[in-house]
């Protein structure tokens, strides 16, 4: 699916870790039910001690058995879920009651997004990011700010995964929608200038990523003034670009590309 296209009827991107992992054609209620094939129980296990697994894609289990003062064996399940698992187990109920394009199950996807990454779940974070932008660029147009937001949080993944091309796109188109919404000053749109920037430092392009912060640092310097954090943040900006472009510079300096931050840079990527 490419970015400006829309899932189809039924088309959810969401699978489950590890083996069995879905093919992304299911409903997103066949993501989160168990499966009608029969399931074998437990083993039957001595008293006091405990049966532990994973749930795929929703996070992991604990059964204890012990025999109670009546005789009767007691058995305890205790379900240990992920923040993913439990957005997992959510969307799957809205996605069945209201279908896979209702608003509140694409709000949900994004922050399913969010959990994945933070979970290191980066390809299914990338492949729900882009749902979620598609999504919004249908239902919602691709100027509305929550698409911008859906854009810019995959813009980011993108580059921390060592994509900076593509990151790039993105980031000059959310720029470009900012400033023609908003205005050249407003803060959305400065923000997307310096996030723009770092990914350009990100490609190399030292020059252009020196000039756009700089821009950056000078308008918010104007309409916030020089100590406002979010000017503050700007100044710290320009100042990564410098220190990687001083780097760049010298003897015998590596020309391969650098992930940009505010704090340095370095070669090579995160996969």
């Not at 400006?4 to 069995?20: K, L």
């Not at 660029?137 to 813009?155: I, K």
């Not at 749109?189 to 190399?204: E, I, P, Q, R």
Request: hydrophobic share 30%; glycine share 10%.
């Amino acid at each position: 699916m490419t970015d400006t296209e829309r899932a189809g009827p039924g088309r959810w991107p969401f699978r489950r870790r590890g083996r069995g992992a879905h093919s992304g054609t299911e409903s997103p209620a066949a993501r989160t039910q168990p499966s009608s094939a029969p399931v074998p129980g437990p083993s039957p296990a001595p008293d006091g001690a405990a049966d532990e697994g994973e749930l795929e894609g929703l996070g992991s289990y604990r059964i204890t058995h012990h025999e109670g003062e009546d005789g009767i064996p007691v058995m305890k399940v205790k379900l240990s879920l992920t923040p993913s698992g439990m957005t997992r187990m959510k969307l799957g109920h809205l996605a069945t009651e209201h279908g896979p394009h209702h608003p509140e199950v694409v709000r949900l996807s994004f922050e399913l997004a969010e959990q994945l990454r933070q979970e290191g779940e980066f390809d299914e974070a990338e492949e729900v990011f882009r749902w979620v932008v598609a999504e919004r660029r249908a239902d919602l147009g691709p100027a509305h700010p929550d698409t911008l937001t859906a854009e810019t949080a995959l813009a980011s993944l993108l580059r921390d995964r060592g994509r900076p091309e593509d990151a790039e796109r993105l980031r000059r188109s959310v720029f470009a929608q900012r400033e023609a919404a908003l205005g050249p000053d407003h803060p959305d749109t400065l923000t997307a200038l310096g996030d723009l920037a770092l990914v350009v430092l990100a490609l190399g392009r030292h020059e252009e990523a020196e000039r756009l912060a700089r821009t950056a640092l000078e308008r918010r310097t104007r309409v916030l003034g020089p100590e406002h954090e979010d000017t503050l943040g700007s100044r710290n900006t320009l100042a990564g670009v410098l220190r990687a472009r001083a780097r760049w510079r010298r003897p015998g300096r590596s020309t391969s590309r650098c992930c940009a931050t505010p704090s340095g840079c370095w070669a090579g990527s995160p996969s």
